[in-house]
């Protein structure tokens, strides 16, 4: 059992807001699972610029002289912002491989969340009020974000197991459910060079999707093939750059209600988790159909 919420804005005027209702959002799931949180935040490309959020165990020896070291290596002026135990590096765009790699080469321990022109995400440890707090999420603005709490059943409680999981450039997916055929995909994925973190089944599904996009599908294609290609349980919400999916398994028994406005969509696992946003009394509130992809974008 897990808890995931997800917020799509059309009215810009709200943006400034997007970090304060997801954290809300988010808190109100803790019961779903206690053990981890993260949150996923687009932000809104930065012209030439794009972004990578890094996560380390000892960030105060690995987030000091970072800047330079990248700089150094990149030859290139950068920013590095620490939040905790994550930080953003913000690279000109078309050195983000390279700097992703230099930072492989650099930080052994560094972990990377994720990159791309707008996502940041950031996972940890412990209950969603805390994490959302350590990392002043409610301060946050952007175009659209998911969130996720997690109770772990078949793996360790970790960061790296924490969601949401990022696979590709201002990619991600959050996951309630468990999928069955993750292990024979992971095989298949590995082949076409797709990299893993975890054992996660999650990640796997966060992968798929990552791979079918790359051959040229949009967020809604790609989701479309995962009905048939992804066995098991699931509710998966999903953000790229510009759209936001979701979609349930042919049983759909996971928790799942979407709520529409002329200002926003919002998902959550359960009702509550929708109540305090502005509007929600007018809104058209469903229950998301099995085997039905919900797609929006920018």
């Known amino acids: 059992m897990c808890g995931i919420v997800g917020l799509f804005l059309k009215d810009k005027s709200l943006e400034p807001k997007l970090g304060e209702m997801l954290s809300t959002m988010l ?23 794009a972004k990578i959020t890094v996560q380390s165990p000892t960030p105060a020896k690995d987030f000091a002289g970072l800047q330079a070291e990248l700089e150094q290596a990149l030859g290139q002026a950068i920013s590095v912002e620490a939040k905790s135990t994550h930080a953003v590096i913000t690279l000109p ?28 995400i950031y996972k940890e440890t412990g209950l969603p009020r805390d994490v959302v707090q350590r990392f002043g999420v409610a301060g ?55 990299r893993f973190e975890t054992e996660n089944d999650s990640e796997v599904a966060a992968a798929y999707l990552t791979a079918e996009m790359a051959k040229g599908k949009n967020l809604g294609a790609a989701l479309e093939g995962a009905v048939d290609d992804l066995d098991g349980f699931f509710t998966f919400v999903v953000g790229t750059k510009s759209g936001f999916g979701v979609l349930r ?45 919900y797609f929006w974008e920018h």
């Open 140 to 194: 946050m603005s952007g175009t659209h974000g998911i969130g996720h709490t997690r109770m772990a059943t078949e793996s360790a409680v970790t960061t790296l197991g924490a969601h949401p999981f990022s696979t590709g450039s201002d990619q991600c997916l959050v996951h309630n459910g468990s999928l069955s055929n993750h292990n024979n995909l992971r095989r298949e994925l590995k082949h076409q060079g797709m």
């Open 27 to 49: 808190v109100t799931m803790t019961d779903r699972g206690p053990d981890s949180a993260g949150i996923a935040i687009y932000g809104g490309a930065a012209g030439s610029e």
């Open 249 to 293: 398994d042919a049983i759909a028994c996971k928790p799942a209600v979407m709520a529409e406005t002329d200002q926003y969509v919002a998902f959550g696992s359960e009702y509550r988790a929708l109540v305090n946003l502005p509007g929600i009394e007018a809104a058209r509130v469903w229950e998301p159909e099995p085997a039905t992809v």
């Open 93 to 120: 765009r078309d050195k983000l491989e390279e700097g992703r790699a230099a930072l492989s080469e650099l930080c052994p321990d560094i972990r990377i969340m994720s990159s791309g022109d707008s996502i940041e």
